[in-house]
């Protein structure tokens, strides 16, 4: 089965600009989320979708964070403008409902100048 | 001896020997906790997880223990090798909140030799 998928890997921005994320879940996963993890910390929650709809997104910074996942599958994150203290790893998990196990992708690992 | 609760930083091991990485927990009303794994360069991967109504569940070389009363989790590595090696997170799911979404611990980073 394959697993969570994140893209890019990398992505390197000065200040001010914008940058976007996309997320695969798992296959039938209804639930997904964003996690920001900065160096040397544990992953700190963004969002949490329920198929399309948002469970949760107490902790997104609305002035410049934005997420969607229009169709219950995919998910996209976007920053906008970027700011230094952004600079971090950007997880995405997925799991079958919001009472199973979570499993992560890779992450993007964003990088602000 | 380790205080209950005590979160070390970093933990060094050598091969072969049993391992022992502990968390505090913060809100007593979280029913749900997980041990995750994560190397350089990769996200978290699950190990084992517990439910607030067990004190103890075992995995293949890993046991996670749950002390509700001083909010304590411990996982447990027998015969540690050198691919153990990785920062491990414990997680736990408040019940009071909106969301599922987990709240991480610290990490602890081991290190094994060989």
């Known amino acids: 089965e394959a697993g969570v998928a994140q893209s890019p890997r990398y992505k390197i921005i000065e200040k001010r600009q914008s940058v976007a994320f996309w997320c695969n879940p798992i296959s039938g996963h209804a639930t997904l989320y964003w996690y920001q993890q900065i160096l040397g910390q544990g992953p700190k929650l963004l969002i949490q979708f329920q198929n399309n709809g948002v469970v949760d997104d107490s902790q997104l910074p609305k002035d410049r964070f934005s997420a969607e996942r229009l169709k219950g599958v995919d998910s996209t994150l976007k920053i906008q403008p970027a700011k230094l203290e952004d600079s971090a790893v950007y997880l995405c998990?997925?799991?079958?409902?919001?009472?199973?196990?979570?499993?992560f992708g890779p992450g993007t690992r964003l990088t602000v100048l | 001896g380790e205080s209950v609760g005590l979160h070390l930083p970093t933990l060094s091991v050598q091969e072969g020997d049993n391992s022992i990485i502990n968390c505090a927990y913060s809100n007593s009303a979280s029913d749900y906790f997980i041990w995750y794994k994560q190397e350089s360069g990769k996200g978290p991967q699950f190990i084992i997880d517990i439910r607030s109504n067990m004190d103890k569940r075992q995995g293949q070389r890993v046991t996670v223990l749950l002390n509700k009363t001083v909010k304590h989790l411990s996982l447990q590595i027998a015969a540690t090798q050198p691919g153990d090696s990785a920062v491990y997170f414990c997680?736990?799911?408040?019940?009071?909140?909106?969301?599922?979404?987990?709240?991480f611990g610290k990490g602890t980073t081991l290190s094994v030799s060989s």
């Open positions: 998990a997925s799991s079958a409902s919001t009472s199973d196990t979570q499993y």
């Open positions: 997680a736990e799911s408040p019940l009071n909140q909106a969301g599922t979404a987990l709240i």
